[in-house]
């Protein structure tokens, strides 16, 4: 299904998923599209963006973190 749903409403960008581990555990996911640059004044730079932006649109895109690990998943 979710295939389905990339396949049909990615446009132009690549599916770019970042994990965050604590060893093998996985404690945090972001679910990420990268938009290439468009040669115009509005976009003149790729875009890195949360995967349901744009076109589709959703009220929860996020990053999905493991309960207890959040402030270590966003250290830097």
């Given at each position: ?24 555990e996985l ?50």
């Amino acid at each position: 299904m979710a295939f389905t749903w990339w396949k049909h409403l990615r446009e132009d960008r690549l599916l770019s998923i970042l994990a965050v581990r604590r060893g093998s555990e996985l404690v945090a996911i972001a679910p990420l599209a990268l938009r290439p640059r468009r040669f115009t004044r509005a976009c003149p730079l790729p875009v890195l963006e949360f995967l349901g932006s744009g076109f589709v649109g959703s009220d929860y895109l996020d990053v999905i973190v493991r309960n207890g690990a959040e402030t270590e998943a966003c250290q830097p």
